[in-house]
């Protein structure tokens, strides 16, 4: 008897503990999310690497838009319509991306996942913390998730589990600026000589 009252009394700190975990977890990507979610706009680096591709470049955020810039392309989010534009072809690609796809082209847009179908727990590091996603949904595409956060809500690292394989995103010099709307739009005046294929 002794022995089923210690378990039941394991199996509950346990489970209080992770309660808690998952709680803190969730408190500190709330303050991430507000923090890159600044209604003025904010821009940072990046350097992606793994299974969504390789490469570096800037991106500015306001809402739910978006402005990436790599040495290959340049794409636009309105948040609804995304405009890409290939520099070696000068082609703009016009699409009407599914939230998948937004996943895989905007950084900060997995910042938002763990709402939902997901179990978090958290990590104290000297710099910050790590919060570790673990879909608890079969059909979500990202199986699990890692993400670094500095002492001022900053996300400075994301890996991602997704198709089997690891991706990579490191993010540095994050600051908070002020753009317009019209800044996450394709402008054709200041692009002549592209050739627009709407893909829609």
Not at 132 to 151: Q, R
């Amino acid at each position: 008897m002794k022995r089923l009252y210690l378990s039941i009394i394991t199996v509950l700190i346990c489970c209080t503990i992770s309660a808690q975990s998952d709680s803190q977890a969730r408190a500190t990507l709330d303050k991430v999310a507000a923090v890159i979610g600044n209604k003025t706009g904010a821009s940072a680096n990046f350097t992606m690497s793994g299974k969504i591709g390789n490469t570096s470049g800037t991106i500015t955020i306001k809402g739910g838009m978006f402005q990436a810039q790599t040495p290959q392309a340049i794409m636009w989010y309105d948040g609804k319509t995304q405009w890409t534009y290939m520099k070696s072809s000068q082609e703009v690609n016009v699409s009407t991306p599914s939230e998948t796809q937004q996943q895989s082209m905007n950084p900060y847009k997995f910042i938002n996942i763990y709402k939902s179908g997901y179990k978090l727990s958290q990590k104290t590091l000297s710099s910050g913390w790590e919060i570790h996603l673990e879909a608890t949904d079969e059909k979500l595409s990202i199986k699990e998730m890692y993400i670094t956060v500095n002492k001022s809500y900053q996300p400075q690292e994301i890996r991602i589990l997704r198709s089997g394989a690891w991706s990579t995103i490191t993010i540095s010099n994050f600051k908070a600026g002020s753009y317009e709307d019209s800044f996450f739009r394709f402008n054709s005046k200041d692009y002549p000589g592209a050739e627009v294929i709407d893909l829609r």
